[in-house]
């Protein structure tokens, strides 16, 4: 039986039936702006109606810190509707279908954690985009804790005097090293509008612009090191557009390697493309 898999993104919610860990139907629908839990939930089982009497279950990942009563956001500035959103069980109520629900980047972790070859136990997921998330894999299991709350490291603290974060707390690794604040810090410096492909095309002629993304880079191989300590993981997967950009992942690797010993850690590509969120929230029953 198939897996029906959603994915909640900040402008586009993607929809796909999984069958034997492969994608047989996909579509994608425009993020619903409705704030009624109900309303939103019948916009994506209306996209994918015609779907639903062929699964046994159905799988979601989205963006923001997944509680058992539904979404919400450590920043609250990153999610458009009322918190907690409890759109499990407004789509469990119109499916008859069971319904889990878990954080994008936990579900793209445990996507990047089955695609290994090599025999790993202990692993994290780094993902470097707009924000900066993750995943924890701890004894071959997703680990999400008992408030869910397991992965966020992005909010983890790397610079007491650092920039503050839309989490509340100052220096966080979110607020140092994500794609939204290497673009803060390129237009301050530059005094211009400046994307980020902009940024990693100058880096390779303007040294300001190469010392802002190596901060970047820095702020996450520091993370790398600290998952190390806390977990003595055997690998890190690194992703996400700022984490897989060019240059990007062999300047994390060589600030790694520029620690002790004891706190250095393989680090790989991450393998998945835009469907690893979906795939995994598919591979959590």
Not at 46 to 72: L, M
């Amino acid at each position: 039986m198939s897996t029906l898999a959603i994915d909640i993104g900040g402008t586009k919610v993607a929809i796909g039936v999984v069958k034997n860990g492969e994608l047989t139907e996909r579509c994608q629908i425009p993020t619903p702006t409705t704030t009624s839990v109900t309303a939103f939930a019948a916009q994506i089982v209306n996209a994918c109606h015609d779907w639903i009497p062929q699964v046994r279950q159905i799988g979601i990942s989205t963006t923001g810190w997944v509680k058992p009563e539904g979404i919400t956001s450590i920043n609250p500035d990153t999610l458009a509707f009322p918190q907690p959103f409890p759109l499990h069980k407004a789509i469990e109520t119109l499916t008859a279908k069971p319904v889990s629900m878990l954080n994008d980047a936990q579900a793209a972790a445990w996507y990047e954690f089955n695609s290994l070859t090599a025999s790993v136990r202990n692993m994290a997921y780094i993902t470097v985009s707009t924000g900066v998330g993750g995943g924890l894999i701890i004894d071959g299991k997703l680990h999400k804790g008992a408030r869910h709350l397991a992965g966020h490291i992005g909010h983890t603290v790397i610079d007491i005097l650092g920039p503050e974060c839309g989490c509340g707390q100052t220096g966080c690794v979110e607020a140092v090293a994500s794609g939204t604040a290497i673009n803060k810090k390129a237009r301050m410096v530059f005094q211009r509008n400046l994307s980020n492909i902009e940024l990693f095309e100058l880096a390779q002629t303007e040294p300001e612009a190469m010392n802002i993304i190596k901060q970047s880079a820095y702020a996450v191989a520091t993370l790398c090191s600290n998952l190390k300590a806390m977990f003595d993981l055997d690998i890190i997967s690194l992703g996400g557009g700022i984490g897989l950009a060019p240059g990007y992942f062999s300047l994390v690797e060589e600030f790694i390697r520029s620690k002790p010993e004891a706190f250095q850690v393989t680090i790989v590509k991450a393998t998945g493309d835009y469907d690893a969120c979906l795939l995994g929230a598919a591979a959590q029953f």
